[in-house]
């Protein structure tokens, strides 16, 4: 069985910076794209950042300059650095990758449990 453990969320004030992690356990043989949604209350679910298992990333425009997207494939943990964090990036974050089981073909899906980031003003 595969899991995700996400951390590092937290109340911080405008300004200023927090960094997630997301470490990805069990029977796992690869993974392909990791990426951090977040969802905010009463909003839909988007993504904030991507990477893929070679390095490439992508960002929503709301958060370029200011977020960073990294991996440790040796940990298959994804990290989030966030920077000069606004009010507005207040939103429970969750981490999501495709990977390939061990004893399995093809990938599959996961989502972590969420963590929470409160910026205040």
């Known amino acids: 069985q595969v899991q995700l453990v996400e951390s590092g969320g937290g109340l911080v004030q405008a300004g200023g910076s927090l960094r997630l992690s997301c470490a990805a356990s069990?029977?796992?043989?690869?993974?392909?794209?990791m990426n951090w949604y977040r969802q905010a209350p009463g909003k839909q679910r988007e993504l904030v950042a991507a990477?893929?298992?070679?390095?490439?990333?992508n960002y929503a425009d709301s958060v370029k300059g200011r977020f960073t997207i990294s991996r440790d494939n040796a940990k298959n943990t994804v990290y989030l650095q966030m920077n000069s964090l606004k009010p507005v990036d207040t939103a429970n974050y969750y981490c999501?990758?495709?990977?390939?089981?061990?004893?399995?073909?093809?990938?599959?899906?996961?989502w972590g449990q969420g963590t929470l980031v409160t910026v205040s003003s």
């Open positions: 999501n990758i495709y990977y390939r089981s061990r004893y399995g073909v093809g990938y599959s899906e996961l």
């Open positions: 069990g029977s796992i043989f690869s993974i392909n794209v």
């Open positions: 990477i893929s298992s070679g390095g490439n990333t």
